[in-house]
């Protein structure tokens, strides 16, 4: 009879031969060595070892024991894969200083990945003590990361008043969910100088462009990496975005007169009307709108009443029927 060989496979897989073999010399201290031959990564992961008295008898070792151990082997393995990073960082950063792809005038990337709060926040810090004429910033919904948001506003604050001193113009967009918050109106009451700030429905990603030369754009969803770019063509492109939004938003301060319900349906909700016409889910139009999924739902109930729809298929009916996303609605 031909042995079939013991499949390869981590300790965090433990296969069944191996679970069953451990649990069982768990339960009765011991277990013969000849029965690990169906599970020999049981001594390859170092759960049993040979009996001191007796080496015809592998005893196991404590779970706890052998987690510990494997944790810190993990830790370990992370620790060098860091300075691995480091070392790697510090052979390439001089290399790429003279790669044509910097600009020929300050030896700057164009693209720098930035990580971490501090080092985002001090380079944003660094651009805007450097600016003189203008700060174009999209702001939306804080979301899962309000705490750090909240954290950084005091450091903000300071850097966009010496701006604001210097006689640059600071603009804002940021989502209508925010336009009563009492941070974002705290803060308007605290900058003096050219600043405005107007909003709309759905915006983009984070944004920071500084005297139309940087900007600074998220490089994932946790906000602990960002982009510093200096590319003209890209800066330009991010501008001209925020530009044309700027046109479409509302102004926030002084506060502009509510706009109206059409036929009971308020901005809100036709905001999100269209929106489940594209077949969006509840979740979905609760992020791009900034708002939670409850109030979200609660938006979609109240026009489903007012449309007089009796099921989700009915209300993308009822509102292509009911003209709300016309566009001189």
Same mark, same amino acid.
């Given at each position: 009879?031909?042995?079939?060989?013991?499949?390869?496979?981590?300790?965090?897989?433990?296969c069944?031969a191996?679970?069953?073999?451990y649990?069982?010399?768990l339960?009765?201290?011991?277990?013969?060595s000849?029965?690990?031959?169906?599970?020999?990564?049981?001594?390859d992961?170092?759960?049993v070892?040979?009996?001191?008295?007796?080496?015809?008898?592998l005893?196991?070792?404590a779970p706890?024991?052998a987690?510990h151990?494997?944790?810190?082997?993990?830790?370990?393995?992370?620790?060098?894969?860091?300075?691995?990073e480091a070392?790697l960082?510090?052979?390439?950063e001089?290399?790429?200083?003279?790669d044509?792809r910097r600009?020929?005038?300050?030896?700057?990337p164009?693209?720098?990945?930035?990580?971490?709060?501090?080092?985002?926040?001090?380079a944003?810090?660094? =651009?805007? !003590? @450097?600016a003189?004429?203008?700060l174009? %910033?999209i702001?939306?919904? /804080?979301?899962?990361? +309000?705490?750090?948001?909240?954290a950084?506003?005091?450091?903000?604050?300071?850097?966009?008043?010496?701006?604001?001193?210097?006689g640059?113009?600071?603009?804002t967009?940021?989502?209508?969910?925010?336009?009563?918050?009492?941070?974002?109106?705290?803060?308007?009451?605290?900058l003096?100088?050219?600043?405005?700030?107007r909003?709309?429905?759905?915006?983009?990603d984070?944004?920071?462009?500084?005297?139309?030369?940087?900007?600074?754009?998220p490089?994932?969803?946790d906000?602990f990496?960002a982009?510093?770019?200096?590319?003209?063509a890209?800066?330009?492109?991010?501008?001209?975005?925020?530009?044309?939004?700027?046109?479409?938003?509302t102004?926030?301060?002084?506060e502009?007169?509510?706009?109206?319900?059409?036929?009971?349906?308020?901005?809100?909700?036709? =905001?999100? !009307? @269209?929106?489940?016409v594209e077949?969006? %889910?509840?979740a979905?139009? /609760?992020?791009?709108? +900034?708002m939670?999924?409850?109030?979200a739902?609660?938006?979609?109930a109240k026009?489903?009443?007012?449309?007089?729809?009796?099921?989700?298929?009915?209300?993308?009916?009822?509102?292509?029927?009911s003209?709300?996303?016309?566009?001189?609605?």
């Amino acid at each position: 009879m031909t042995n079939v060989p013991h499949p390869a496979h981590g300790v965090e897989e433990l296969c069944a031969a191996g679970s069953k073999l451990y649990e069982r010399a768990l339960c009765e201290g011991r277990v013969r060595s000849t029965d690990a031959a169906e599970a020999p990564c049981l001594v390859d992961f170092g759960l049993v070892h040979p009996a001191v008295e007796d080496l015809n008898w592998l005893e196991p070792v404590a779970p706890a024991v052998a987690l510990h151990r494997l944790l810190r082997t993990s830790e370990e393995r992370v620790a060098e894969e860091r300075r691995r990073e480091a070392r790697l960082t510090a052979v390439f950063e001089p290399l790429m200083r003279i790669d044509g792809r910097r600009t020929a005038a300050t030896d700057t990337p164009t693209i720098r990945v930035l990580s971490g709060t501090e080092r985002i926040n001090g380079a944003i810090t660094e =651009a805007m !003590a @450097a600016a003189s004429w203008e700060l174009l %910033t999209i702001q939306p919904h /804080a979301g899962h990361i +309000g705490q750090r948001y909240a954290a950084a506003e005091a450091t903000a604050l300071s850097r966009d008043q010496a701006l604001l001193d210097r006689g640059a113009r600071i603009r804002t967009l940021y989502q209508h969910t925010l336009r009563h918050s009492p941070m974002t109106l705290a803060r308007y009451e605290q900058l003096n100088g050219d600043v405005e700030a107007r909003s709309l429905d759905e915006i983009t990603d984070r944004l920071i462009a500084v005297d139309r030369t940087v900007a600074f754009i998220p490089a994932d969803k946790d906000g602990f990496l960002a982009l510093e770019v200096r590319h003209p063509a890209l800066v330009s492109y991010f501008v001209t975005t925020f530009d044309r939004l700027w046109r479409l938003a509302t102004p926030m301060y002084p506060e502009a007169v509510q706009r109206p319900s059409h036929n009971g349906v308020t901005p809100r909700q036709r =905001a999100i !009307a @269209a929106l489940l016409v594209e077949g969006h %889910t509840d979740a979905v139009i /609760a992020d791009r709108l +900034g708002m939670n999924v409850r109030t979200a739902r609660v938006h979609i109930a109240k026009l489903a009443v007012t449309l007089g729809s009796e099921s989700r298929a009915q209300l993308g009916y009822l509102i292509g029927r009911s003209g709300i996303l016309d566009q001189d609605h």
